[in-house]
């Protein structure tokens, strides 16, 4: 692997639970800490100990149950938070207490009701007091992106000076931008006195909607640690997605030289546990591993598919565990897909015959949402009766046919009980291909 390593530290089960609706109690927690271990995040950031009872006990079970990363336990810059965390993370292999209190005049003046020098100093001492219970203390200025950024720099080196091991600095309300996200954090790369015995971790929130490239701007200007969550939840519009933020340093390497050790292909199993647990669904239309990110319904679209998926696809479905691509039958889809539905539901058709089912299919389509099976095989009995029928005989030497040609799962070519979608797996190479030949070939997106 090429590049330098980027440190994922996962905020789900803290930060993301912090989004209403969100929350986890102890048992969730553990099965969605499992899975982040699968998943290969570097640090998991278990809850806040002193929030309640609850989030004690989850990082607690946490620390026991998954013992290969990082476990963090957050704690505001007081002596009791931080023993509260520390007894929190006991048990656990690798602990680091992750400190934080806001820097910003807005939140010093208006929030803490503390000057300057008192935070400076409430900075210090705590992370020294941290250090004193683990050896890996993380600090967060809360608000670092509206603060003074002289004074974060002071801020940065007393707690340096004090043990911090990892600088995070979040953009705690969504608010700055990449170009300025990145000088920050490139300043702060050359101006904090011993910043080269840290690492630099970016944190952003998606107010926004700029969470994820901030943290790029961050990486790409000196960061090494991203904090993030699956499926970007998190406090108002969320934290940074973690998927996103992954699969962008994958598929663009060519512009980002960093890696990460998540296993991609966990991405979508992650994201439907984490789905299923706080039973937030997910957009439809989330980057990644939201359910249209691998559909096609367009008729260009899907004939650009079926001849090659780069044509509209630059990562595949199951490079992030999305089981495969969907065509979806609506009315922008053309003759290419339908005809491909047909085969697959056994009638073949040729040209002026598919033109005819085609043409009943857009008036159809034209009327109803999503054109189902039921709707399609109605169509093609009312216009033709079985007279298309593909004989059965024909079907099975095709798909042994398919087999042999070394189709992954060929039983996908006629999937039962989905209705509206259907998988394009090894569709390419069938005999909707060979019609295709005969077609003049721009009608055959529409
Ligand atoms: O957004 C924020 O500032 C935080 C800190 C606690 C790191 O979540
Ligand atoms: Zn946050």
Redesign the pocket.
């Known amino acids: 692997m090429e590049g330098q390593r980027i440190t994922v530290f996962d905020?789900t089960l803290r930060?993301g639970e912090q989004s209403p609706g969100c929350s986890m109690n102890v048992h969730e927690k553990v099965r969605l800490g499992r899975q982040l271990d699968r998943l290969g995040v570097d640090v998991i950031e278990a809850g806040f100990p002193i929030a309640s009872d609850g989030d004690f006990a989850a990082v607690q079970a946490i620390a026991a149950a998954v013992p290969r990363p990082i476990i963090a336990g957050?704690a505001r810059a007081s002596r009791h938070d931080i023993e509260r965390a520390a007894k929190a993370l006991e048990f656990a292999i690798r602990p680091r207490i992750?400190v934080?209190l806001a820097t910003s005049d807005i939140h010093l003046q208006h929030k803490l009701r503390i000057s300057r020098q008192q935070c400076l100093e409430q900075a210090a001492n705590s992370v020294r007091l941290a250090r004193t219970l683990c050896d890996d203390v993380e600090f967060?200025p809360?608000?670092a992106t509206r603060t003074d950024p002289e004074f974060l720099f002071q801020v940065l080196a007393a707690v340096i000076e004090a043990g911090a091991t990892t600088l995070?600095i979040?953009?705690?309300v969504g608010y700055t931008v990449p170009a300025e996200f990145g000088d920050l954090i490139r300043n702060i790369r050359e101006r904090v006195p011993g910043i080269e015995k840290t690492t630099i971790s970016a944190?952003c929130?998606n107010d926004l909607g700029l969470a994820v490239a901030n943290s790029l701007a961050a990486i790409a200007n000196g960061a090494r640690q991203v904090?993030c969550t699956i499926n970007g939840i998190g406090?108002r519009a969320g934290n940074a997605s973690l998927e996103e933020i992954v699969m962008a340093l994958r598929v663009r390497a060519d512009k980002y030289a960093y890696y990460t050790a998540i296993a991609t292909e966990q991405l979508y199993p992650t994201s439907q546990m984490l789905e299923e647990i706080t039973e937030i669904p997910v957009q439809p239309n989330k980057a990644i591993i939201g359910r249209n990110a691998f559909a096609h319904e367009a008729g260009i679209h899907q004939d650009g598919m079926l001849k090659n998926r780069l044509t509209y696809e630059i990562m595949t479905p199951q490079s992030v565990g999305v089981p495969d691509s969907k065509l979806v039958l609506g009315k922008h889809s053309g003759r290419h897909a339908l005809s491909l539905r047909c085969e697959q539901l056994g009638y073949r058709f040729e040209r002026r015959d598919l033109d005819e089912v085609y043409r009943r299919f857009v008036v159809l389509a034209d009327e109803i949402k999503h054109v189902h099976d039921h709707h399609l095989l109605e169509l093609i009995r009312e216009a033709y009766g079985e007279t298309h029928r593909i004989p059965p005989g024909r079907v099975a030497a095709e798909l042994a046919e398919a087999v042999a040609a070394g189709a992954e799962e060929p039983r996908r070519m006629f999937p039962g009980g989905v209705p509206a979608e259907f998988s394009a797996v090894n569709l390419s190479s069938g005999a909707a291909a060979e019609h295709h030949s005969e077609q003049e070939d721009y009608l055959w997106g529409v």
Do not use: K, V
């Open positions: 905020t930060d957050l992750h934080f967060s809360e608000d995070n979040p953009d705690t944190h929130h904090e406090e």
